[in-house]
């Protein structure tokens, strides 16, 4: 009996093994077919022969390291379009006179992964747009510093901004360029004010807290990471997407919550505003335009509209508070400039987030007035 039971194990597990060599090798020929970011074909890129090496150089850029209070920054990174200095900045265009030992004054600009310029070289950012702008009439000279981040919300770049105070940095201007990642995090958490991907970090956390905790997520994460494992959850989507894409694991799409983002917005642009009348620099603030707000779509931005209709839906009611928030409809330092791109129809999103250079060229001219005018106003 206990033979047939051997054999049967035995069977079983040459059986599972072959499964899981035959799952691994479909996805390995899967992502070799795939490429390296499927944005690489969105329209918005058609014409740019770089974009194949840049979303290499964005996938080999993309790690980060632990820092306290903010939790994460960019690791330095040397490529031909992505750079990456040693304080986790991302390389911004700006005049000779900007070196390293320049004591020209500073505009900080503040933002997630759209601020630090996925879809966009070093040079053609929204911060290296803005800088570029200021140069050609330099009335006041400045040099401009690209504090976005991968991920951020507003208050994590708020405790940067402290960060900076408190090292002894006096900026003149500070620019915070934000909405979408704090809309997401609540959409991805069902709490507004939470950087994103929370969960990880409370798990995290909890492995030096609790008994048994890191064996369990070990043997987890290695259940997660086998071809078969990987394609049971492919099947699971399939089948609660009806076949249409990608499911979402989560979604949180409540009027409560919308204007729960919003309050902590508003919070966030006092606090900040509250830290320039003490630390003597001008504040803007820009809510920023997603592929929800384009009146015209192309086919592929209408596609990554459409993948991401749950959170487009939590968006707009985000959207909605925050024009209804009476503290920023009378702060003359925000500006809600998600319709920026209402009416055009070249394509220019290559995400539902990201755009192309040319339509971060589109937002800094959209923004660079008010720099203008808040640097003449000191």
Not at 364 to 369: D, K, S, V, Y
Request: charged fraction near 20%.
């Amino acid at each position: 009996m206990f033979a047939r039971i051997g054999a049967a194990a035995v069977l079983t597990l040459v059986v599972l093994l072959f499964a899981e060599l035959g799952a691994r090798t479909a996805f390995f020929v899967r992502d070799r077919m795939r490429g390296p970011d499927s944005r690489v074909h969105a329209d918005a890129l058609a014409a740019a022969p770089w974009r194949e090496k840049y979303f290499q150089e964005l996938e080999a850029s993309a790690q980060a390291e632990w820092r306290p209070y903010v939790a994460w920054r960019s690791q330095p990174f040397k490529g031909e379009f992505i750079n990456v200095d040693a304080h986790g900045l991302r390389r911004t265009w700006n005049p000779p006179a900007c070196g390293p030992d320049s004591r020209l004054p500073t505009i900080l600009m503040f933002g997630g992964s759209t601020m630090w310029g996925v879809g966009a070289r070093d040079d053609y950012t929204i911060p290296s747009a803005v800088a570029r702008a200021l140069a050609s009439a330099p009335d006041h000279p400045v040099c401009v510093v690209n504090f976005g981040e991968l991920g951020y919300v507003t208050s994590q770049e708020l405790v940067a901004l402290v960060t900076q105070l408190r090292a002894g940095g006096r900026p003149r201007l500070v620019v915070f360029y934000d909405g979408d990642n704090d809309a997401f995090a609540a959409f991805q958490e069902g709490v507004a004010g939470a950087p994103q991907n929370e969960v990880h970090r409370r798990e995290e956390f909890n492995l030096s807290t609790r008994p048994g905790e890191m064996a369990r997520l070990s043997v987890e994460n290695l259940i997660r990471h086998t071809g078969l494992y990987r394609a049971l959850e492919a099947v699971g989507e399939r089948a609660s997407s009806g076949g249409g894409g990608e499911a979402e694991s989560y979604g949180h799409v409540d009027l409560a919550l919308a204007r729960a983002v919003a309050e902590a917005y508003a919070s966030n642009v006092r606090i900040v505003e509250t830290l320039g009348a003490e630390y003597d620099f001008q504040t803007l603030f820009y809510w920023q335009p997603l592929v929800f707000d384009k009146l015209h779509l192309t086919p592929s931005e209408a596609a990554d509209a459409s993948q991401a209709a749950a959170f487009g839906q939590f968006w707009r009611l985000v959207e909605d508070a925050v024009k209804g928030d009476p503290a920023l409809a009378h702060d003359h330092h925000f500006h809600d400039i998600a319709n920026v791109f209402a009416d055009t129809a070249a394509p220019l999103f290559i995400d539902f987030a990201h755009v192309s250079e040319e339509g971060s060229a589109i937002v800094a001219a959209r923004l660079t007035p008010g720099v203008k005018a808040a640097l003449e106003s000191q």
